[in-house]
């Protein structure tokens, strides 16, 4: 009975911004780990930036500089601002949460819907 619902996706062209949302529903006392995923058409999905319960953040190279993960734990939400978007960057973007810790209990490995980024030349 939780979800991360996703927000944000769109068109853009190459050196353009944009910001993406997640947030998790339900009454959560703490989420663990939240990460944004991204997946190409023939690529495998892939782990491109982390961040920990306590703000500690993690960034493939292939966005290190350009992209910023950011969590509001009051909101249950976290963010991914894009910045000098590249047509590499096209995928679909996925939020992951590894463990929501609820009045129901713990859930593992929660994934929003996926929204699209479309980056042009």
């Known amino acids: 009975q939780v979800q991360l619902v996703e927000s944000g996706g769109g068109f853009v062209q190459a050196g353009g911004s944009l910001r993406l949302s997640c947030a998790a529903s339900g009454s959560i006392f703490r989420i663990n780990c939240m990460a944004w995923y991204r997946q190409s058409p023939g690529k495998q999905r892939e782990l491109f930036a982390s961040i920990t319960s306590g703000g500690s953040t993690n960034y493939a190279d292939s966005v290190k500089g350009r992209f910023t993960i950011s969590r509001d734990n009051g909101k249950n939400t976290v963010y991914l601002r894009m910045n000098s978007l590249k047509p590499g960057d096209t995928a679909v973007y996925y939020c992951?949460?590894?463990?929501?810790?609820?009045?129901?209990?713990?859930?593992?490995?929660?994934w929003g819907q996926g929204t699209q980024v479309t980056v042009s030349s």
């Open positions: 992951y949460a590894d463990k929501i810790f609820t009045a129901e209990g713990v859930w593992s490995d929660l």
